[in-house]
């Protein structure tokens, strides 16, 4: 289209004119030769879209939307409630505090660990790499409930992220 | 200090006032959105994702995102723009996965015949009415059109003509100015016309009244 208006026309059908800029765009239809055509088209656009039928989710939709809401709201333990409160959480403190031990005397009479391949690394050595990393963290049973997802949300979302 | 007044078109919304209710720990409150809102945000997840069993789970945790979430809540739109937001980041995530591109390709090159029209796949329509194949027809044809449509201008659209929002809400909902809105607007429609001409003609002008 070559008219000069032909840029507001969609606007104008969305309904994103200010008033005056309606006004004087409708005093413009009624001369223009080209215009009235595009807005009878977009308007035609505007009605096939409208007239979709909106579909209804499946019966067990909402119901299981409730029940994964009811489990979240529940008040939980905290992340360190979780990781040392239980038997689990304190073999897995005590293996770290074992693992810190080893370290600081191999430090301390100033020998290097022996090589892997005549000592394997330990259950110990693994749970400190574990501890390193909440992502792994995130998997391990004691956190079962706790996903990756769940730690990044704050991050994620810009209302709060900031 | 930001001082907030009562005509803050924002506080005068409900959902954000029930928002705010889920943030002090009101559940209740926090269900009344999801009922509200669940139903058409499962309809504009449909058109990014190729089945509704997917579509409901991506709305769910859309859903359960916010929740999970509503204790740093603050508003500052309205809880539509703020929910729709959420949303299309999350489903445009889900497609830059990869897994459904390929999906919705096919379904478009498949539907449309050599003459622009497409063609009806709807097996469930009982024959004899040619009314209701017209009416299939015809959705089926702005469907795959919608779908056609690249991601963003999928979402400005859908957010526009079905979820209500203002360009300026779109703009928010989508993180971009409010002429990136109006030029990615202009291409989803100029797109659709093209796409949808056969249905679009004087001809048809009558039709489309009495079906919409």
């Known amino acids: 289209m070559s008219c000069a208006f032909s840029e507001k026309l969609e606007l104008y059908v969305d309904g994103a004119l200010e008033a005056a800029a309606r006004a004087e765009l409708e005093s413009h239809l009624a001369g223009c030769a080209e215009c009235p055509a595009e807005v009878a088209r977009l308007r035609r656009l505007d009605e096939l879209l409208g007239a979709l039928p909106e579909s209804e989710p499946s019966a067990r939709f909402e119901a299981t939307f409730l029940r994964r809401l009811r489990a979240e709201a529940v008040p939980r333990a905290s992340l360190r409630e979780r990781l040392f409160g239980g038997w689990r959480g304190f073999a897995l403190a005590a293996a770290a505090a074992g693992a810190a031990a080893v370290v600081a005397v191999g430090v301390w009479s100033g020998r290097a660990p022996e090589p892997e391949t005549e000592r394997p690394p330990t259950a110990v050595l693994q749970n400190l790499d574990l501890l390193k990393n909440l992502d792994v963290l995130a998997n391990l049973e004691v956190l079962e409930g706790v996903t990756a997802e769940e730690l990044e949300a704050v991050a994620e979302i810009p209302e709060v992220g900031g | ?212």
């Open chain 2, 1 to 212: 200090v930001c001082e907030v007044t009562s005509n803050d078109p924002k506080l005068a919304d409900p959902d954000v006032a029930l928002m705010l209710r889920a943030k002090d720990g009101d559940l209740r409150g926090f269900e009344q959105l999801f009922s509200k809102h669940s139903k058409a945000l499962v309809n504009f997840v449909k058109r990014f994702v190729p089945n509704a069993a997917v579509a409901e789970e991506l709305s769910q945790e859309i859903f359960l995102k916010i929740y999970r979430a509503r204790s740093a809540y603050e508003p500052r739109s309205r809880f539509k723009t703020f929910l729709y937001r959420i949303a299309t980041n999350h489903c445009l995530n889900e497609l830059r996965r990869g897994h459904y591109r390929e999906r919705f390709e096919s379904i478009d090159q498949g539907l449309e015949t050599d003459d622009g029209r497409v063609r009806t796949e709807i097996s469930d329509v009982r024959p004899g009415s040619q009314a209701v194949l017209e009416a299939a027809e015809l959705s089926t044809a702005v469907e795959a059109a919608i779908s056609a449509l690249p991601e963003t201008q999928r979402a400005a659209l859908l957010l526009l003509r079905y979820q209500g929002l203002s360009y300026e809400e779109i703009a928010e909902a989508l993180e971009l100015s409010i002429p990136a809105v109006k030029s990615l607007l202009n291409r989803a429609k100029t797109a659709l016309k093209e796409r949808l001409a056969p249905y679009l003609g004087e001809d048809d002008e009558l039709r489309v009244q009495r079906k919409a």
